[in-house]
């Protein structure tokens, strides 16, 4: 199995930013992707960003892009997720979630494991 931890969640305030992390652990090394994704109050869970393990170039959301960057420390077995330029918009449960085969990084359904997600609120 593949254990996933978030942190680094918080209150913010609008233009502010903030850094996620995602600590894998267990048999990571069956899993070839890494993204986050998040769930704001009423609304579906929504694809934010992702990364490979082997490298590559990271996908992200187009409501996040340009103002965050996903990135990995394979050593540590670490995904980050800094975010830049927050609105109230932005305020959600972030899930990090791993993914054993290649494919549409955003499809929500394809990725095996879940973390138990860090609350993000940014207030205006």
């Known amino acids: 199995q593949v254990q996933l931890v978030e942190s680094g969640g918080g209150l913010v305030q609008a233009g502010g930013s903030l850094r996620l992390s995602c600590a894998a652990s267990g048999r990571t090394f069956i899993t070839r992707t890494i993204g986050w994704f998040r769930q704001a109050p ?3 869970r929504e694809f934010v960003a992702a990364i490979s393990w082997s ?3 990271p996908a992200y959301a187009d409501s996040v892009k340009g103002r965050s960057t996903i990135s990995r420390d394979n050593v540590k077995n670490m995904v980050y997720l800094q975010m830049n330029s927050l609105n109230p918009e932005d305020t959600a ?3 990090c979630a791993a993914r054993r085969f290649a494919g549409a ?3 929500d359904n394809e990725y095996g494991y879940w973390g138990q997600g860090t609350q993000v609120t940014v207030s205006s």
């Open 55 to 57: 490298g590559g170039t």
């Open 93 to 95: 449960v972030y899930y």
């Open 105 to 107: 990084p955003d499809r």
């Open 42 to 44: 009423g609304k579906e």
